[in-house]
């Protein structure tokens, strides 16, 4: 069971911006974010939640998301997540740690989203009016699937590179488990 929430689990980059996702459950998300681990338990993570599609307007314009949607495919909901240096000065490995337990939430959920690096954060910051004590570390988008995805064994040229097919479905080659473990 766990493992068919992990195998649907993908990055999606098209969605139906039309389904509005609710606050309630960004909250619900981010719930289990604040559940899981943490190192020493410092807790210093914080989220920004979007919904409006004004402020995910904005969010949007301010990150990479591979592939450039098209308008009415742009993710329906957005959490930024935040590092608050005023409880630590970094922030480690938690935000990842944070971020798998939305997004795993968020597939059972039946929604699927994309963990986003590349931001222009001073942008955003300044867009948002975020403080300047949160470091802006993740922008995870949201919404609906519109994409399907296929998990594709790597192959014999090495390259692990998604791609799309003609009928709009993304390949996403994994190595095998024997060319990951060493023993």
């Not at 963990?115 to 300044?126: F, M, S, T, V």
């Not at 994409?147 to 390949?171: A, F, L, M, S």
Request: one cysteine or more; charged letters at 30%; hydrophobic letters at 40%.
């Amino acid at each position: 069971m766990f493992r068919d929430l992990i195998l649907k689990n993908r990055s999606r980059r098209r969605f139906y911006q039309e389904t509005a996702i609710e606050v309630e459950t960004l909250k619900e998300l981010v719930d289990l974010a604040r559940l899981s681990a943490s190192a020493a338990n410092v807790q210093p993570l914080k989220y920004f939640l979007s919904c409006d599609p004004e402020k995910n307007g904005l969010i949007f314009r301010n990150i990479g998301l591979a592939g450039n949607p098209p308008e009415g495919e742009w993710p329906s909901a957005y959490i930024i997540v935040l590092g608050d240096r005023d409880i630590r000065p970094s922030f480690g490995c938690d935000h990842g740690i944070a971020v798998q337990s939305i997004m795993l939430g968020a597939t059972e959920k039946g929604l699927g989203g994309c963990i986003i690096g590349a931001i222009n954060r001073d942008r955003l910051r300044e867009s948002l009016s975020i403080p300047s004590r949160y470091e802006i570390l993740l922008v995870l988008a949201l919404g609906k699937p519109k994409d399907k995805t296929v998990i594709d064994p790597v192959g014999e040229d090495g390259n692990v590179r998604g791609w799309w097919d003609d009928e709009g479905v993304r390949h996403v080659p994994k190595r095998s488990l024997d060319d990951i473990i060493i023993s």
